[in-house]
């Protein structure tokens, strides 16, 4: 009887592993280890010297001291570059791998849809594995954590992760010199890949995992 195995190496699965949730995961930052790259660019484009503990992705126009329409002008000229050029952050690849065997991912950026093939083909030059790609043209995450009914974000963006936080979605905050200070509930900090599975795979009761689970089913 096929169908009454799939139900008990189901029950097995679950009690070893628990219940298969929806983890949301950034690209810029947190997969893509993308800042210095950006601000390599960003540097050389506006002949600015700025350093990675100055920048702010929200707020480029201010910290570079140009408009929108001068941002966009760079992002014509070399967004495609960024998109597909940045390494992956080390573990990325090996750890979210592994989350993926027991959990759905979702990958949840701000990058804008036209950048969706440079994106794909990113990911899977780096064997990044997911269920859905969502490029949102936006840094607003809030609702598309909420309509995925993801369990938790890994996020490098401190005011993003306090959005999504306000809405009752845990974030995994990877540490970057942009992103220190204190952190409201919900958003912990992760110092690495390693952590960042350990926290969902080995300790996900620090997420209330479980309780999220249980409330999709
Ligand atoms: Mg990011």
Known sequence: MPGQWNIVVYVIFVAKWGL???????IDGVLADSLSLWINELNSYFKKNKRVEQIRLLDIC?????????????????GRYLMTRPEPITGASQYLGMIKKQHDVYIVTARDERYRQETMDWLSKYNLPYDELLLLGSHEK??????????????????????V????VPV?????????GALPDLIYRAYSWFDVYRTIIVEPH?????????RRI
């Not at 201010?62 to 070399?78: D, H, I, K, M, N």
């Open 62 to 78: 201010e910290t570079y001291e140009v408009t929108p329409q001068e941002l966009s002008g760079f992002l014509a000229r070399r």
């Open 165 to 168: 936080s306000s809405a009752g």
């Open 206 to 214: 620090l997420l209330n995992l479980a309780c999220t689970a249980e």
């Open 20 to 26: 298969p949730v929806r983890i949301g995961v950034d």
């Open 142 to 163: 809030k609702e598309a954590c909420l309509s995925r009914n993801l369990s938790v974000l890994v996020e490098d963006t401190l005011e993003i992760g306090v959005k």
């Open 172 to 180: 995994l905050l990877l540490d970057a010199p942009y992103n220190q």
